[in-house]
């Protein structure tokens, strides 16, 4: 019998991502922390500072899960206007507690099908979404069709080392460590070894730029933190 692939196909990807995040929410901001030894705030607020919103700017933060990078939004700009979008409604529910003042808009939606008409947003960012679509360029295409001439489209998400040796440590540590601390928090087996393996056939930083100018993003760039096992694209409108 042909071994099963370890990822759902494209048509399990929806309801296999939105379980495994349902799952996971209550435990999902510590989970952050601890797989990302400490680093994932740092790198929100740079997501949020490279979006050089405008004073009361609209920022649409895509799949918003627990509201990180929303509310990081908020605090370098507490008069931006701040949707967060998700298709997981427990992840958003744990972002809505922690903002009890309901300074962030909280919408049910598919990144793939934004809700908002053309040009509604000044910025649109995303945190660890891509590799959960099952359209990358899909997904560009909506953020980009939202975000006025002249604002920004960014994705920070996990991607891997051009360099050997750090290729191989990242490789350790994704497929040794990160598949016991999964288990740790969480009872759904599947998603142990979806994190690893998602990384492995995601785009690396050169074609992802590609991806993003395909759909007409301009001067595309990006950056790379945690020895090159992270990284941020920013594209303009
Ligand atoms: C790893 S979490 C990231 C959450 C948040 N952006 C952060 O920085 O922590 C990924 C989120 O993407 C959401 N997601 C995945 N695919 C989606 C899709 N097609 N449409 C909307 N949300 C999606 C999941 O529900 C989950 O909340």
């Given at each position: 019998?042909?071994?099963?692939?370890?990822?759902?196909?494209?048509?399990?990807k929806?309801?296999?991502?939105?379980?495994?995040?349902?799952?996971?929410?209550?435990?999902?901001?510590?989970?952050?922390?601890?797989?990302?030894?400490?680093?994932?705030?740092?790198?929100?607020?740079?997501?949020?500072?490279?979006c050089?919103?405008?004073?009361?700017?609209?920022?649409?933060?895509?799949?918003?899960?627990?509201?990180?990078?929303?509310?990081?939004?908020?605090?370098?700009?507490?008069?931006?206007?701040?949707?967060?979008?998700?298709?997981?409604?427990?992840?958003?529910?744990?972002?809505?507690a922690?903002?009890?003042d309901?300074?962030?808009?909280?919408?049910e939606?598919?990144?793939?099908?934004?809700?908002?008409?053309?040009?509604?947003?000044?910025?649109?960012?995303?945190?660890?979404?891509?590799?959960?679509?099952?359209?990358?360029?899909?997904?560009?295409?909506?953020q980009?069709?939202?975000?006025?001439?002249g604002?920004?489209?960014?994705?920070?998400?996990?991607?891997?080392?051009?360099?050997?040796?750090?290729?191989?440590?990242?490789?350790?540590?994704?497929?040794?460590?990160?598949?016991?601390?999964?288990?740790?928090?969480?009872?759904?087996?599947?998603?142990?070894?979806?994190?690893?393996?998602?990384?492995?056939?995601?785009?690396?930083?050169?074609?992802?730029?590609?991806?993003?100018?395909?759909?007409?993003?301009?001067?595309?760039?990006?950056?790379?933190?945690?020895?090159?096992?992270?990284?941020?694209?920013?594209?303009?409108?």
């Amino acid at each position: 019998m042909p071994e099963r692939s370890p990822l759902p196909s494209p048509e399990e990807k929806p309801v296999f991502v939105r379980n495994m995040f349902a799952d996971a929410a209550r435990r999902y901001d510590l989970m952050n922390r601890v797989m990302t030894l400490g680093q994932d705030q740092r790198w929100r607020r740079m997501v949020v500072e490279a979006c050089q919103l405008p004073p009361g700017g609209r920022l649409l933060d895509v799949a918003t899960g627990t509201a990180d990078i929303a509310l990081e939004a908020l605090r370098q700009h507490p008069d931006a206007w701040v949707i967060g979008t998700d298709f997981t409604h427990e992840m958003m529910r744990i972002g809505q507690a922690k903002d009890p003042d309901g300074r962030i808009s909280f919408v049910e939606a598919d990144a793939l099908r934004l809700p908002f008409p053309d040009d509604s947003f000044d910025a649109a960012c995303s945190g660890f979404l891509m590799r959960n679509v099952t359209d990358v360029a899909a997904a560009f295409a909506e953020q980009r069709r939202v975000v006025k001439p002249g604002g920004r489209v960014l994705c920070l998400e996990i991607t891997r080392p051009a360099a050997p040796i750090w290729r191989d440590i990242f490789h350790i540590y994704f497929f040794k460590f990160v598949p016991r601390i999964s288990a740790f928090f969480s009872s759904n087996k599947d998603a142990y070894t979806y994190l690893p393996h998602s990384t492995l056939q995601f785009p690396r930083p050169p074609q992802l730029a590609e991806i993003m100018r395909s759909v007409g993003l301009k001067r595309v760039t990006w950056r790379t933190m945690m020895l090159g096992a992270m990284a941020l694209h920013v594209g303009e409108v």
